[in-house]
């Protein structure tokens, strides 16, 4: 009886032996969502400051008329677009 007993204590000790290593690894999990989801606000910034590094250098390149035909197209497409946001902002407040 006392081999079932001690069989039984083992059982006990290994499943609050993997319980406890459950709860560290959900712990270690949620941390690694946080820094996941930092990681991806910092890259969402990054990428944002990044589109406008690039447009100031194509106005710099445009400002010393070094573009190439290719580039001096783009600029002007991404111009139109911004005039077409500043048009429909100055109809939206002329409301």
């Known amino acids: 009886m006392e081999a079932v ?13 993997l319980v406890k290593k459950h709860r560290q690894l959900e712990k270690a999990h949620q941390k690694l969502e946080v820094k996941l989801q930092q990681a991806m606000e910092e890259q969402a910034a990054l990428k944002q400051e990044l589109e406008v ?4 250098n194509s106005i710099l390149k ?34």
């Open 62 to 95: 445009a400002s010393q008329q070094q573009l190439s035909e290719e580039e001096r197209k783009s600029m002007e497409k991404k111009l139109h677009g911004f005039i077409q946001e500043v048009d429909r902002c100055i109809a939206l407040l002329s409301r």
């Open 53 to 56: 590094l690039r447009l100031q």
């Open 5 to 17: 007993a001690a069989h039984i204590r083992q059982l006990q000790q290994k499943i609050q032996l």
